[in-house]
Each structure stands twice: as C-alpha cells, then as structure tokens.
C-alpha cells in the first residue's frame, strides 16, 4: 500500500540507495514462492530501516516478526560489532527460509532467531534494546509495547510498520474488524505515552518511530 501516486514512488525509489545482492536475491524468492509477498518491507523500506539503524549504531536490536527475513538484514547493517539482533515469528514453515538468507550474510553471527509466540518470549529475555522493529500480528501490537517499553535503552528507538493500514485506521471501524481496531488503539498509545517521542510517516503502509526519552 501506498499514498503516493505511482510516478513519485518510482522516483523515489531510483533515487535511493540499491538494495544488497543478497536482498534482491531473498525479494525475488519471496515473490517467488511465498505467500503473500507484498508483506516483505522490500527495497525503499529496507533502505530506511538500514538507514535508521545505521544512525542509532544499536548493540541489541529486537525484531517482532521475521517473515523472510529481509527487514532483519536490513537492521543488522547497523549492528555494532559487538552486538545482536533477535528476530521472533512463530511461523515455523518460514524458519528455514529466513535462515538460508542469514546463514549468507556478513551477520550470520550476530542473529539469533525464535520460533514461537513473541509475547512469551520477550517476557522471558533480559535484555535491553536500543532498537526495536515491530511488524507481526496487528491486534498485539500495544502488548508488545508494553512489553518491550521496560526493556528499551534511553534514546532506543521503536519502530512500527503498516500503523495505517491501507487507512482504514482514519474511519471507523466495525466491531469485528480486530485488526483496525487495535491499530487505532495502538496509535493513540504511542501519541499520548509520555515516554516516547513519536513521529507516523506515511510511507508505505505507515512507518512509526518513537524515541524513548
């Protein structure tokens, strides 16, 4: 989903950065053979999420929702030498998949991946993160805030995708849209917490980047 007209998006994207071999290669095997491809962050979003990464130099680095595995190694480009990213999915189908694409990457070393419900794993981890990327079920997304809120670094940065929603969160929503629902929800929390600083770009779906002060 874009809000865009198309010519400025193709714009856009020809002036960004080119994406790494390796994620052209994993973009293409997505589209390939995986359902629902369009769930990739993909080049221009990739590019951002390294970017943003880069800029913020995290040690720890948290990912909810690994999928293929595309937006992790996008985050690992900013990974201190010393540091780890955690990614969490509990599609089990999926896990073989993101793995290859690591197991090619410079950052082979510094991903650990978790197979199974993100809400009992972050629970259990004593960590704490200086970045954190937030993009698997939608109804969950204020209990991952919650959960993670406790465990950020000052000046860690939250990132969280598709807050828009193809902009069903502007209307209302029946009741039995969860998804929507929780969404507007979830954006109103990171509105008016007041240990966060948040800025909602509409890129693509809905990029959120909240500062813990």
Known sequence: MSFLK???N??????????????QELSKETWQKVLIPRMLSGHYQGRLLAMISKLVQPK????????TGYSALCLAEGLQKEGFLHTIDHNEELAGFSKKYFDRSEYKDQIKTYL?????????????F??????????????????????????????????????????????????????QAYNK????DQRIETLLLPLRDGLTISRVK
Do not use: C
């Open 6 to 8: 198309e010519e400025i």
């Open 10 to 23: 193709q714009y856009a994207v020809a002036h960004t950065e080119e994406e790494p071999i390796l994620l």
């Open 60 to 67: 720890t680095i948290l990912e909810i929702g690994t999928y």
């Open 116 to 128: 199974g419900e993100a809400v009992d794993i972050i629970d259990k981890m004593d960590l704490k």
């Open 130 to 183: 200086d970045l954190v990327f937030i993009d698997a079920d939608k109804e969950n997304y204020s209990r991952y805030f919650h959960l993670i809120i406790d465990k950020m670094n000052k000046g860690g940065v939250i990132l969280s995708d598709n807050v828009l929603w193809s902009g069903k969160v502007t209307r209302k929503a029946a009741p039995q849209d969860k998804d929507t629902l929780a969404l």
């Open 189 to 192: 929390l990171l509105k008016k």
